[in-house]
């Protein structure tokens, strides 16, 4: 599976749009984004997942880049209650293992 | 629909005591099910993952080991703990396009 790098720390004002970066240059054709996110002290928590396509779910959009060697996790109003670490992940077959790298804490300010 | 169930929530063992943390899924069978581990302030480590019965793959070598009796049962054991097995264990089953974790153990060794 190919490896992500992440800014390890942003932060975003509340009901402004929080976009999180993630670069995966060495992903092959068949790999997917999958974006989760942790709160303080609970397991982890799937956000969206997408392929080559932009994805927009009721939690987030994801936007890839046409190359796919980067893409974005858009929360387009951010809430106080969206503070946590945020992991991009690449992943091959469905079977596949799904490593986590150290994510990006997102702090949403008042 | 699908559930995961990890427990105990916490506990404090001595060193060199065993450990048994056990998990399993309801709603779905032959899940990926996987345990992770998450020492203070770091990423997740996934430590083992499983496809079927009786197939595991470990990560990282380690003190731990982790078996597959039944198809939704996971279980992580230690014969003898270590202080550095101290974190937060995390449960987790996937199926075609998402991960779903349980709540996790915060196990402390003292």
């Known amino acids: 599976d190919a490896k992500t790098t992440q800014p390890p720390s942003m932060d975003c004002a509340e009901g402004r749009a929080a976009n999180l970066p993630c670069n995966h240059s060495?992903?092959?054709?068949?790999?997917?984004v999958y974006w989760y996110r942790q709160i303080h002290s609970q397991g982890p928590q799937y956000i969206i997942h997408?392929?080559?396509n932009n994805e927009t779910n009721e939690m987030a959009s994801l936007i890839i880049t046409e190359d796919r060697k980067s893409s974005t996790l858009i929360l387009p109003h951010a809430t106080l209650r969206d503070t946590a670490v945020y992991y991009c992940i690449v992943r091959g077959s469905s079977r596949g293992k799904l490593i986590f790298g150290q994510g990006t804490e997102l702090s949403v300010k008042p | 629909s699908q559930t995961i169930h990890q427990w105990p929530a916490t506990l404090v063992q001595p060193v060199g005591s065993p450990l048994s943390l056990e998990c399993t899924v309801e709603g779905t069978s032959n899940p990926n099910l996987y345990w992770y581990r998450q020492a203070a302030g770091r990423g997740l480590q996934l430590l083992f993952y499983?496809?079927?019965?009786?197939?595991i793959s470990s990560e990282v070598p380690q003190n731990l080991s982790a078996s597959r009796p039944q198809d939704r049962q996971f279980i992580l054991s230690s014969k003898k703990l270590l202080l550095s097995d101290s974190g937060f264990y995390l449960c987790?089953?996937?199926?075609?396009?998402?991960?779903?974790f349980g709540q996790g153990t915060r196990l402390t060794v003292v």
């Open positions: 060495t992903i092959s054709g068949n790999e997917y």
């Open positions: 987790a089953w996937g199926r075609n396009t998402e991960a779903f």
């Open positions: 499983s496809v079927g019965i009786g197939q």
């Open positions: 997408g392929l080559k």
